[in-house]
């Protein structure tokens, strides 16, 4: 889908004047007025969400009405502009829940914001506080009231309510991978609708040629006789990273790749990583930037509830947690050396970290950097159809090649 079309200053201060202005107020013991800055919409299969962007937290009511349906959002202390009035211009035919919005001035103290919709909605709203380049937020999720016989589906839903399993069973595959059933592979694109991951000096978007590798990666997978490839997203959708992992273990997943591509403060940092859990601190500096950074993409993405981590630290020291590390680094590495033959390495070895998305304690999981988005030759690989193939083709011979060696999975 289309970067949305209205963004007004999400990463600048607002101008001089308007500072000087809410400056003064401040000072003659007035709150600042909100004022709506960036007006975003990501519609999805799964849900749909509208992200307002504002100058200071906003308050707000919301109701529901039928005949039609319409979810009314109230947002108090604001005044109408053009952001919100063309609301609607950002709402396309493809949209499973939105037909139209609009919004206009209820009181002179509230704007109005009413979405009609094209089925009945379970609506979470919520606010977010600003991180990472984003101001205050106000986030309006939409998803479908009546269930469906979606898993990824039905694990939001137990997320957003505060009921996905601490520690959920994984499915039982029975039989051996490779012999008596597919080997199960769950590939994690990183990053997604609000989130966009690391930005290339170009513009070019993480989250948008990760996707395209893991789609190309998992049309190979499929072809072969013995695997089986899932997406733990298949659109520009935020998905939580808990929920991510909480796919790969309802599916019965025997590896989990997580997808990215790197960034780094300078232009000149290059090459490919692979990454693996870590049951202590992190192997380098870099490897621990790197964590936080990912670790990041549910503040930035905006979930609605504060989560502890769904994958409890001390499963990292029982022998499940140890030997599946164990097996990590055995598959990162049979990547890594096929990675080499494609693109630099940035480091000759696998790295560890506390990566929140590693954290199944039974399924090996790597997270693989194909390259440095922040690096502009690289940015200009990470576009190239090419090289996106290249990529997956290594991927999956290290796959093949961790299998060859495993006592656990048939030769494929």
């Given at each position: 889908?289309?970067?949305?079309?209205?963004?007004?200053?999400?990463?600048?201060?607002?101008?001089?004047?308007?500072?000087?202005?809410?400056?003064?107020?401040?000072?003659?013991?007035?709150?600042?007025?909100?004022?709506?800055?960036?007006?975003?919409?990501?519609?999805?299969?799964?849900y749909t969400r509208i992200t307002l962007e504002s100058s200071e937290t906003l308050r707000y009511k919301q109701f529901s009405l039928s005949n039609p349906a319409r979810l009314v959002v109230d947002l108090e202390g604001v005044t109408l502009n053009a952001l919100l009035t063309g609301i609607n211009s950002q709402i396309t035919d493809a949209d499973p829940y939105?037909?139209?919005?609009?919004?206009?001035?209820?009181?002179?103290?509230?704007?109005?914001?009413?979405?009609?919709?094209?089925?009945?909605?379970?609506?979470?709203?919520?606010?977010?506080?600003?991180?990472?380049?984003?101001?205050?937020?106000?986030?309006?999720?939409?998803?479908?009231?009546?269930?469906?016989?979606?898993?990824?589906?039905a694990l939001l839903q137990d997320y957003n309510k505060g009921k996905l399993d601490e520690q959920p069973q994984l499915k039982p595959q029975p039989g051996k991978a490779g012999i008596d059933r597919p080997v199960t592979i769950v590939l994690d694109p990183g990053h997604?609708?609000?989130?966009?991951?690391?930005?290339?000096?170009?513009?070019?978007?993480?989250?948008?040629?990760?996707?395209?590798?893991?789609?190309?990666?998992?049309?190979?997978?499929?072809?072969?006789?013995?695997?089986?490839?899932?997406?733990?997203?298949?659109?520009?959708?935020?998905?939580?990273?808990?929920?991510r992992v909480a796919k790969a273990r309802k599916l019965g997943a025997d590896l989990f790749i997580s997808i990215h591509a790197d960034a780094f403060t300078t232009p000149t940092a290059r090459g490919s990583s692979v990454f693996a859990l870590s049951e202590k601190g992190a192997t380098s500096t870099a490897a621990r930037f790197l964590a936080k950074t990912q670790n990041d993409a549910d503040l930035i993405g905006g979930v609605k509830i504060g989560g502890k981590d769904k994958y409890l630290a001390h499963t990292l020291l029982d022998l499940t947690q140890t030997a599946t590390i164990n097996d990590s680094l055995k598959l990162g590495k049979a990547v890594l050396g096929r990675m080499g033959n494609l693109n630099t390495l940035h480091k000759s070895q696998v790295e560890q970290a506390g990566f929140a998305v590693l954290k199944a304690p039974d399924i090996p999981s790597i997270l693989v950097e194909t390259a440095f988005i922040s690096n502009p030759e690289e940015e200009r690989k990470l576009v190239d159809p090419a090289f996106q193939r290249q990529m997956a083709e290594a991927l999956l011979a290290g796959v093949k090649g961790y299998f060859s060696q495993s006592t656990l999975f048939a030769r494929t």
């Open positions: 889908m289309s970067e949305p079309t209205f963004d007004l200053s999400r990463r600048h201060l607002v101008g001089a004047a308007a500072a000087t202005w809410l400056l003064s107020v401040s000072r003659i013991g007035f709150a600042a007025v909100p004022q709506i800055v960036a007006l975003r919409i990501w519609p999805s299969t799964t939105i037909k139209s919005a609009r919004a206009g001035q209820f009181t002179p103290d509230t704007v109005r914001l009413v979405l009609e919709l094209k089925t009945d909605v379970a609506p979470q709203v919520f606010t977010l506080s600003p991180v990472a380049g984003f101001r205050d937020r106000l986030v309006v999720d939409l998803y479908p009231a009546k269930a469906q016989e979606d898993p990824l589906l997604g609708g609000e989130d966009p991951g690391a930005v290339g000096p170009s513009g070019v978007r993480e989250k948008d040629v990760v996707l395209k590798i893991a789609r190309e990666l998992q049309k190979m997978i499929n072809s072969q006789r013995n695997m089986r490839a899932h997406l733990t997203r298949d659109e520009d959708v935020f998905i939580p990273l808990g929920v």
